[in-house]
């Protein structure tokens, strides 16, 4: 069974830096990309960023392009989300999420495209 954990976090001012980790629980997490998703309950889960397993190369949401940026861990059991210049509409749940197709330039941001989610990490920008 795969269960992904997010941690980090937390309520910062406008213009801080925030650094979320999620860690993949699986024997094979080495088969499965891992991407990060935010929502509010006003929109839609929206693809924030991903990278591929070797993070060659990576994809983001044009709102934080230049601000945040994903990694992968060197065991490849954990993503990282550095979130810098934090803004209050980076106010969300943010959610990891994992699959084992790797994603496209087409797809990544496309929620159905993964099969496992963690449970959230609240990230508040005031």
């Known amino acids: 069974d795969v269960q992904l954990v997010e941690s980090g976090g937390g309520s910062v001012q406008a213009g801080g830096s925030l650094r979320l980790s999620c860690t993949i629980s699986?024997?094979?997490?080495?088969?499965?990309?891992m991407t990060w998703f935010r929502q509010t309950p006003e929109k839609e889960r929206e693809g924030v960023a991903a990278t591929t397993i070797g993070g060659g190369r990576s994809y983001y949401a044009d709102s934080v392009k230049g601000r945040f940026t994903i990694s992968r861990g060197d065991t490849g059991n954990t993503l990282y989300l550095q979130m810098n210049s934090l803004k209050p509409e980076d106010t969300a749940m943010y959610y990891c999420a994992a699959g084992p197709n790797p994603p496209s330039s087409d797809d990544w941001y496309i929620p159905q495209h993964y099969n496992y989610w963690g449970q959230g990490t609240q990230v508040t920008v005031s």
């Open positions: 699986s024997f094979t997490y080495r088969n499965y990309y």
